[in-house]
Nanobody, 123 residues
Framework: QVQLVESGGGLVQAGGSLRLSCAAS????????MAWFRQAPGKEREFVAI???????DYATSVKGRFTISRDNAKNTVYLQMTSLKPVDTAVYYC?????????????????WGQGTQVTVSS
């Protein structure tokens, strides 16, 4: 089993930055595909960013150029650097792990999920 714990959320003004962390425990995630998803109030959870075991990345169109996903396998941690934040980025952000190492945005693909961290962007 893998436990994922997100941190780094908070309240920030529009245009500001935050860095989210997702710390894994239980076993190494170095061979897992990792992703970030988010859920805004009253909306369905949606894909944000993905990183493969080899460091390949991709992003939702809405965050491309503003968010950067990265991983530090030595620390068993994944990060999401968020810049130029907008009020529409307000959501609970979730980290997820695909133990098969696939390349898929579908939430059903992911085996482990964190509890989420709240990001609120004020205008």
């Amino acid at each position: 089993q893998v436990q994922l714990v997100e941190s780094g959320g908070g309240l920030v003004q529009a245009g500001g930055s935050l860095r989210l962390s997702c710390a894994a425990s239980g076993r190494t995630i170095s061979t897992y595909t990792m992703a970030w998803f988010r859920q805004a109030p009253g909306k369905e959870r949606e894909f944000v960013a993905i990183i493969s075991r080899y460091g390949r990345t991709d992003y939702a169109t809405s965050v491309k150029g503003r968010f950067t996903i990265s991983r530090d396998n030595a620390k068993n941690t994944v990060y999401l650097q968020m810049t130029s934040l907008k009020p529409v980025d307000t959501a609970v952000y979730y980290c997820a792990a695909d133990r098969e190492g696939g390349w898929d945005w579908a939430q059903s693909r992911y085996d482990y999920w964190g509890q989420g961290t709240q990001v609120t962007v004020s205008s």
